[in-house]
Structure formats: structure tokens, C-alpha cells
């Protein structure tokens, strides 16, 4: 008799078996054609045996990358929209100068021409203007277009940045790498800018432990690099850069004020548009070293910045370094 009843409990798992393992599959189906893109429920296993968990935890596992991905594409839409506010804000600054100074050249230091200035809402120009009021009409006139101009070029820079910005992130771009001997490239980039080092009485150190050090890269592209660097060095540092060399890594290092240390998010100084706090305002748009840092990872090179606070002979102080190394390799041997 036993025997009976095991032959009908094996007949109905084996004909409930397909019908439970059909209701569990559209079950499954039904909720990932259900849940909503933005959501987070995970999918449960209603299903005993260890084949049903296994594809319940690879199911979950896509949905999570997925989620992960469309979170990534939000942040990144957000910070382009944050970008292009910081652009707008960067290209209307010279702009909006430029327009109310042309328009005090054309109309004079008048009522007509203060109305325009107001519109502008730069106030730099209205102290201009007004220290400008004893001198004659032809004098304000040529002060007034000598600032439109300097702020037309002050805009043509920030547009020079962004192509090259743009430039640096094409996918279609070549670049000819081979051995670039690098001493006489820094060489080359500190005599082209001698007269800013001279007027800050700074000289720049050198400390090769290999002065025929060579790195593989794009010579122009690696001139690019470079020549921000050092600008960087000119623009915000607090003193003269020193620039060493130690194995394959070479590091720009320069004094930077206390205050504008606390500012800086080495984190964040290669994004592009970033600027430091103490940095806003000041000529640049905050691209020289996010191109730097594309420049360098088309090149398998790398940028990183470190802040060292340290005391100097004014009291406190710190040490921005900078790094440019190969990117590591990856060791795909398998053993």
C-alpha cells in the first residue's frame, strides 16, 4: 500500500513541479515589467531550492547596476547643468563689462551713460568712470574701450580654454607618442615665462636625480601640461615651484598661502570649471588642469595633488605638490 501511495506523490510533484516552477517564472517576469525605473525593491524568492535563490541573486544583482548607473547618470547631468551655470556666469562677467564700458564710450560720462552702466551692473566700471570725470571727453573714451578690450580678451581667453578643453576630451584625437626628453621641454616652458618669474623676483628648482630623464608621451601635448602646471604655479602660488624628478613620477611643488590651503579640494582640482575659493574672480576659468589631467590619461599618464601644510619663515603656510606618474599597469596574468 505504501508503495501506491509513493508512486502518487511522485506523479503529483512531478505534474505540480512545471506548474509551480510556470507561476514562480511569471511572477518574476511580472514584477520587472511592474517596478518602476526609480525604485529599489529587490526581488524575493517564493520558490524553495537553491536554483531559484541563485537566479533571484544574479536578477537583483543587474537591477542593482542598473540603479547604480542611472544614479551615476544623474549626477552627471546635474553637474553638467551645474557646469554650464558657471560658464554662463564666466562668459556674462567680461561680457556684460565690456558692453557698459563701449556704451560710456559712445554716449560719454552723461546721464545716458550711467543708465547703460547700471544696466550693465558692473560696479567696477562706475568707479572708473567716476575717477575719470576731470579728464576730457576724448581721454574717457579711449580709457573706457581700453577696459572693453582687456575684458573682450579676458572672454576670448576663457573660450581659447574651452576649445582646448574640448580638444583634449576628443575620442578621435592621435597623439604621437615617444620618448620625450623632459628636462629641456620644462626648460622651454620656464624661458617663455621668465618675465612673470622676474617680476615676482622667483627662481624655479630643479631636482633631477636622472637629468636625461625621458617619458613617453606626446611632446606637445606634454608641453601643454607643462606650461598649466607652471601658469597654476604663477597664478596661485606664494612662492618660486620646484619641480622634481624621482623615478617616473615628476612633482611641481609651490607655496600656497594658509587660507587658500583650507580652500583646496585635491579631490576636486582636476574637475573642470573647479576653483578653490580663494581663486574665484582671478583670471582662468578653472580648465588649465582638467585639460592637463585628460591630456595626461590619453597619454596612460596620471595627475595627483597633495596639500602639506608646513611652517615658512612668514609663519604658517603650506606646500601644493602636484604628480605627474604613468598610470599603474594592470597585471591581467593569471595565476
Avoid: C
Avoid at 547596476?65 to 557646469?83: C, V
Avoid at 545716458?112 to 547700471?118: D, E, P, Y
Avoid at 572672454?155 to 597623439?175: C, E, I, K, S, V
Avoid at 620656464?190 to 617680476?199: G, Q, S
Amino acid at each position: 500500500m505504501w508503495i501506491v501511495t509513493l508512486l502518487i506523490g511522485l506523479i503529483a510533484g512531478i505534474a505540480i513541479g512545471p506548474v509551480a516552477y510556470g507561476r514562480e517564472m511569471r511572477r518574476m517576469a511580472r514584477f520587472l515589467h511592474e517596478r518602476p525605473t526609480e525604485s529599489n525593491t529587490r526581488l524575493g524568492v517564493e520558490l524553495p531550492g537553491e536554483a531559484s535563490r541563485e537566479l533571484v541573486r544574479a536578477i537583483n544583482a543587474q537591477l542593482d547596476a542598473i540603479q547604480a548607473e542611472r544614479i551615476t547618470s544623474i549626477a552627471k547631468a546635474q553637474e553638467f547643468q551645474r557646469d554650464l551655470s558657471s560658464l554662463a556666469h564666466d562668459v556674462r562677467t567680461p561680457l556684460m563689462g565690456a558692453q557698459g564700458h563701449i556704451q560710456l564710450a559712445l554716449h560719454g560720462d552723461d546721464t545716458q551713460g550711467g543708465s547703460a552702466l547700471q544696466h550693465s551692473g558692473r560696479e567696477d566700471v562706475m568707479k572708473n568712470t567716476e575717477a575719470a570725470m576731470p579728464d576730457s571727453t576724448a581721454v574717457n573714451r579711449e580709457r573706457h574701450l581700453s577696459v572693453a578690450l582687456r575684458r573682450l580678451d579676458d572672454m576670448r581667453g576663457l573660450l581659447d580654454q574651452l576649445f582646448t578643453y574640448a580638444r583634449a576630451n576628443d575620442p578621435d584625437q592621435t597623439l604621437d607618442i615617444e620618448p620625450v626628453a623632459f628636462q629641456p621641454l620644462i626648460a622651454e616652458v620656464l624661458v617663455d615665462h621668465y618675465p612673470e618669474f622676474e617680476e615676482r623676483g622667483w627662481e624655479p628648482t630643479l631636482d633631477f636625480e636622472n637629468d636625461r630623464f625621458m617619458l613617453e608621451a606626446d611632446p606637445a601635448a606634454l608641453r601643454r601640461i607643462i606650461d598649466n602646471l607652471v601658469t597654476n604655479a604663477l597664478r596661485h602660488g606664494a612662492g618660486a615651484p620646484t619641480i622634481t624628478q624621482r623615478g617616473d613620477a615628476i612633482t611641481f611643488s609651490n607655496p600656497i598661502a594658509a587660507q587658500a590651503a583650507s580652500d583646496i579640494d585635491p579631490a576636486k582640482l582636476f574637475d573642470r570649471f573647479y576653483q578653490a575659493d580663494d581663486a574665484r574672480g582671478s583670471k582662468g576659468a578653472g580648465l588649465g588642469l582638467a585639460v592637463s589631467q585628460s591630456l595626461a590619461h590619453a597619454m596612460h599618464l596620471h595627475l595627483s595633488a597633495a596639500v602639506e601644510t608646513r611652517e615658512n619663515a612668514d609663519g604658517e603656510g603650506a606646500l601644493l605638490s602636484i604628480t605627474l606618474a604613468p598610470e599603474p599597469r594592470v597585471n591581467s596574468r593569471v595565476e
